[in-house]
């Protein structure tokens, strides 16, 4: 689905259709899962230890593109919402990305973050920093993809870009597969460069807490409970859209 598209409220639902009561709202978030970025082939290939050194590299260069717009896209639906206590809470996700340093009495509490998680996973997998940095392997459908994300987030009503976020629910599984997998498949990678997805399985179920009570607590009606279920979908495709650019780029094995 196309970001314009998405921006534009395509629900054709009837206004007299009657909303899905929480749980059943919940139920159909869901039941997306069945479209999440962990049954594509070339995800499915990683994960089964298919995937050759070049398909690894491939897939962890573009993937950070992906990881350095995630703050950028969370800043922007804080610039969007005036509600103060989202704002605080929402605020955690920048710093789970691109870390903090705060000094006060007792001393300085630093976290370098999930963006240098994903470098040091980057230098496991026998990439350079100054590579992945400079993006000179980043597919261009890969970039164009992230950055429709962003700017979907930028200009959509924040409520619809917290609701985008919700591919979180399906989060902590593709991070458990790789956790359990991964280390079995490429002895060659450094354990300690699998720290990102360590830390992902606790905050991503955080996250889903934070924006699921947000979007059961705005999408009350048939047909905005219709929209979410648009948006949420618009950003499946957005990750299922990376997996299938690095096919092109790298294939994918049987």
Not at 127 to 132: F, G
Not at 134 to 148: G, K, L, S, W, Y
Not at 158 to 166: D, K, T, Y
Request: proline share 4%.
């Amino acid at each position: 689905m196309r970001a314009d598209m998405i921006l534009a409220n395509t629900s054709s639902t009837s206004a007299s259709a009657p909303a899905w009561s929480p749980s059943e709202f919940e139920a159909q978030l869901r039941e997306r899962g069945k479209a999440y970025h962990i049954h594509h082939p070339y995800n499915v290939m990683l994960n089964t230890g298919k995937a050759s050194v070049e398909q690894i590299k491939g897939w962890v260069a573009n993937r950070f593109y992906y990881q350095i717009a995630i703050p950028i896209k969370d800043a922007a639906v804080m610039s969007n919402c005036p509600d103060q206590a989202v704002r605080r809470g929402w605020i955690q996700r920048i710093l789970d990305h691109d870390g903090f340093e705060i000094s006060g009495p007792e001393g300085t509490v630093r976290d370098a973050g999930g963006i240098e998680a994903w470098l040091r996973l980057a230098e496991a997998v026998g990439l350079s920093r100054e590579e992945v940095l400079d993006q000179r392997h980043v597919i261009p459908a890969v970039r164009f993809a992230v950055d429709a994300y962003v700017n979907f987030a930028r200009r959509a009503p924040w409520q619809e870009a917290v609701c985008s976020s919700l591919t979180e629910l399906f989060a902590p599984e593709i991070h458990k597969q790789r956790l359990a997998t991964w280390p079995e498949h490429y002895a060659w990678i450094n354990a300690d460069g699998l720290s990102y997805f360590r830390n992902r399985v606790s905050q991503a179920r955080r996250d889903v807490d934070q924006g699921l009570a947000i979007t059961l607590g705005h999408f009350t009606t048939r047909a905005q409970q219709e929209r979410a279920l648009e948006v949420l979908q618009f950003k499946l495709d957005i990750l299922w859209a990376l997996s299938d650019a690095m096919v092109t780029r790298y294939g994918v094995n049987p």
